[in-house]
């Protein structure tokens, strides 16, 4: 069984920073990429950060472009989020996702609010 968890949310002031964990646990094979993905109320969860596996691309939203940087513990199933300049805007539900050629598996979800 396969278990995906993430942690590091939390409420912080426009232009703060907060950095956000994913860890996978279980039999996970031949992952493609590992990535972040936020849903704000009303609307559809998007793209934010994306990992590929090896020496494969990094994708980011153009609104989080020069602010989020993603990274990967290497050799372990951990990926992170290191979000900068945090924005009202980007206020929403972050859910980490595991890539492979048969099945995407998702977080629980971690709830980052940017207010003053």
């Known amino acids: 069984q396969v278990h995906v968890v993430e942690s590091g949310g939390g409420l912080v002031q426009p232009g703060g920073s907060l950095r956000l964990s994913c860890a996978a646990s279980?039999?996970?094979?031949?992952?493609?990429?590992m990535g972040w993905y936020r849903q704000a109320p009303g609307k559809q969860r998007e793209l934010v950060a994306r990992?590929?596996?090896?020496?494969?691309?990094?994708d980011y939203a153009d609104a989080v472009k020069g602010r989020f940087t993603i990274s990967r513990d290497n050799g372990k199933n951990v990926v992170y989020l290191q979000m900068n300049s945090l924005k009202p805007e980007d206020t929403a539900v972050y859910y980490c996702?595991?890539?492979?050629?048969?099945?995407?598996?998702w977080g629980q979800g971690a709830q980052v609010t940017v207010s003053s």
């Open positions: 996702e595991i890539d492979t050629p048969r099945i995407r598996y």
């Open positions: 279980g039999s996970i094979f031949s992952i493609v990429a």
């Open positions: 990992l590929f596996n090896g020496d494969g691309p990094t």
